[in-house]
């Protein structure tokens, strides 16, 4: 009873893994990208482009 138990708990934190892995991280990573990139471009909006005038 306890060896089976021992391999489904294995199964699962092995499919766990795969998910965070190949589906959640990714759009973790991508919003994060995007969202530093949203924020550039509204800080570039109120203040003008960098460099001298």
């Known amino acids: ?3 089976k138990a021992g ?3 294995r199964r699962l ?3 766990v893994f795969l998910l965070l ?3 959640i991280w990714p759009f ?5 990208v995007s969202g ?3 924020v550039v ?3 570039y909006l ?5 460099g001298p005038v």
């Open 13 to 15: 934190e092995g499919f």
């Open 41 to 43: 471009w509204m800080y």
């Open 36 to 38: 530093w990139g949203f």
């Open 28 to 32: 973790i990573a991508v919003g994060v």
């Open 21 to 23: 892995a190949f589906l």
């Open 1 to 3: 009873m306890l060896a």
């Open 46 to 50: 109120f203040t003008g482009p960098p």
């Open 7 to 9: 391999a489904t708990r």
